[in-house]
């Protein structure tokens, strides 16, 4: 039996998406609603860049559907520090603002790395052990978007095979490609998209795409976003994959 697929973009919030996208006419405090119901997943921005209430997180579940989620970037304040390992309290801090408000609608974090960030075996070994396995009873999923080429190494995938941390998979732009099969899911952020291509992607492209989505849900959950790229198309380009995979 096949693992769930959830494809989404980055945010709902994006000007050039109102037209292309959102219906004209539609209302800011509606966009939510509508794109939880075009998509069947979302990787917020904001938490990366503010600390959340837990009325905000309790709104988003309620504007949208059963069986959508939501993925978060996890805050800044801690993915960028020098040492990882030293971030317990940011952590704790970030899991405890009111991610269990999203209920079964919580998906992965993703803690992204900046791009000068080098592998350094144990300081990621002691930011993984920071990394809860559940909150209030709702289990957590954790994936590591590393982005300097350093983390190609061996001894990183198995890190995160240890403790079933997912290694984000982030293609067709501009950083190495760590495919690494390390947990019960995969997190790939597709960067692709191009200016001129009407679906953001070829129709070869979201083929070639839709059956790699489909290899990898034969055993794992999987969770792509349109990210980067042409933006103005991620949409698009997402809405064509879920089509394909339909």
């Not at 997943?41 to 949208?64: C, D, H, L, M, S």
């Not at 079933?164 to 952020?189: K, N, Q, W």
Request: charged share 20%; net charge positive; aromatic share 10%.
């Amino acid at each position: 039996m096949p693992h769930p697929i959830r494809i989404g973009v980055g945010g709902w919030t994006f000007d050039p998406w109102r037209g292309p996208f959102f219906p004209a006419g539609l209302r800011q405090a509606d966009e939510l609603r509508f794109a939880s119901r075009a998509l069947t997943a979302i990787e917020v921005n904001g938490t990366f860049y503010r600390t959340q209430t837990p009325a905000t997180f309790r709104n988003w579940a309620r504007q949208t559907p059963d069986g959508f989620v939501f993925t978060l970037k996890a805050p800044r304040y801690v993915t960028t520090r020098r040492e990882l390992s030293g971030t317990a309290a940011s952590v704790e801090r970030f899991i405890a603002s009111g991610l269990a408000e999203l209920g079964p609608k919580l998906g992965p974090i993703n803690w992204q790395f900046p791009p000068t960030k080098t592998f350094d075996c144990a300081d990621v070994a002691g930011f993984l052990d920071l990394l809860p396995d559940s909150l209030n009873g709702l289990p957590l999923r954790h994936a590591i978007e590393a982005r300097h080429e350093s983390f190609l190494a061996p001894a990183f995938a198995a890190l995160l095979a240890d403790r079933g941390v997912a290694a984000v998979l982030g293609a067709d732009g501009p950083y190495p490609e760590i495919d690494a099969a390390t947990a019960p899911f995969a997190y790939l952020r597709l960067m692709g998209t191009k200016d001129g291509e009407a679906l953001g992607y070829s129709k070869p492209a979201l083929d070639r795409w839709a059956t790699r989505l489909r290899k990898i849900a034969r055993d794992r959950d999987v969770f792509a976003f349109v990210i980067s790229g042409h933006k103005a198309a991620n949409p698009a380009a997402a809405q064509a994959l879920i089509q394909r995979l339909a």
